[in-house]
């Protein structure tokens, strides 16, 4: 009689199972995946039986997680903070910190100087001057040399200006030309009534005294103004100059006086351009019609002949286009942008091909 062959538990239910069987009666798992099952799931012991890949394991004892310390990260926040105001006492003392410029101030030289202009309606004040080897808070100053301004701008009027300080302020430098700031603290636009200090570095060597140097305001493309860097320098050719004047003329059917001219390096935000100056017409109004007299835009009916024939568009006007029956004493300004050496000029009315009557006026300035 044949011996039965020995018994083998299925691996997953753990069942009794011979080798001839190809299911287990149990769970049905078959021998492939009984195989398969083997090499990665531990076999099941039987009851009362342990088997030797899972060993018994004594229980962990309980372990009592330490408190948590609520007062290391204000001590870790304390430290880090030292550290940091560390670094940068060292580095304002001029001792070396990894990222800082690592040398102390040189000496420094200052001139008071408080010297104002009028640059694009702004009111620039040149409060000093300072020169140094280098700047040791001015990450683009260079070891040959430095010269700072301090700059005051205010804004009187009612409408924002705009400028570029690294492009209308230039150092002028014998020996090198002029030289633009590497470094300008506050720039872009000035509101209304608005006011700020500003500094502006540019690179100058040392042995050049300040005497030596001049800043220069205005772009190639406008007037520009040079103020030496001296205590108490001559800018009166770039103060505004006003003249009282008395001439009248008569252009469609209305009385017109010329009251006064005012010569300006800039107007309503802008600078003069290259080689120009604003002249504005103050000029008033009869109107003895009786009808109200529309003249229209100034634009349009006002020219200004300049000593050469050339004759020249208004760049701005407040005068009114209709002035009303019985005004008096009614009118505005024109303004134009004229060649800075003319002293004598021809104002025009009437408009051309229209058949208007054209009348003339001549003006003429102090030297």
């Not at 287990?24 to 039987?46: D, I, K, M, N, W």
């Not at 100087?113 to 100053?141: C, E, G, K, N, W």
């Not at 090198?176 to 006011?195: C, F, I, R, Y």
Request: hydrophobic content about 35%; proline content about 9%.
């Amino acid at each position: 009689m044949a011996q039965d062959s020995p018994l083998s538990f299925c691996p997953r239910c753990g069942a009794p199972t011979r080798p001839s069987q190809r299911f287990c009666p149990h769970c049905g798992l078959s021998a492939e995946e009984a195989f398969s099952y083997q090499s990665v799931q531990p076999p099941l012991s039987r009851p009362g039986q342990q088997t030797p890949e899972t060993p018994a394991v004594a229980p962990r004892p309980l372990v009592r997680r330490p408190r948590q310390q609520r007062w290391l990260l204000p001590v870790l926040l304390a430290l880090v903070l030292l550290i940091a105001l560390g670094y940068v006492t060292a580095g304002l003392a001029g001792v070396p910190v990894p990222g800082f410029r690592s040398e102390a101030q040189e000496p420094v030289t200052t001139l008071r100087l408080d010297t104002t202009v009028t640059y694009a309606s702004a009111r620039m004040t040149i409060q000093r001057v300072q020169q140094a080897q280098t700047f040791a808070d001015d990450p683009h100053a260079t070891e040959d040399g430095m010269v700072r301004v301090f700059l005051h701008e205010e804004n009187l009027t009612a409408s924002p200006i705009v400028y570029n300080l690294y492009q209308c302020a230039h150092l002028l430098v014998p020996g090198k030309g002029e030289q633009a700031p590497l470094l300008v603290t506050a720039n872009g636009s000035l509101a209304p009534q608005a006011n700020r200090n500003n500094l502006l570095d540019f690179a100058a060597p040392q042995d050049i005294p300040l005497s030596k140097l001049t800043l220069r305001l205005g772009t190639d493309n406008e007037a520009q103004m040079d103020i030496p860097l001296t205590s108490k320098p001559d800018l009166s050719r770039y103060a505004p100059r006003s003249v009282k004047l008395n001439t009248s003329l008569q252009y469609f059917g209305l009385n017109w006086t010329v009251t006064g001219a005012t010569l300006a390096w800039s107007t309503e935000g802008q600078q003069a351009p290259r080689g120009k100056i604003f002249l504005t017409l103050t000029l008033t109004v009869d109107n003895t019609l009786a009808q109200t007299a529309i003249p229209g835009s100034p634009y349009d009916y006002i020219r200004l002949q300049t000593e050469n024939g050339a004759r020249i568009t208004p760049s701005y006007s407040t005068l009114p286009v209709a002035f009303s029956q019985g005004a008096n004493n009614q009118g505005g300004t024109v303004t134009f942008s004229v060649p800075q050496k003319d002293q004598q000029f021809t104002l025009i009315m009437g408009q051309s091909g229209s058949g208007m009557e054209s009348t003339s006026a001549t003006i003429r300035l102090p030297s």
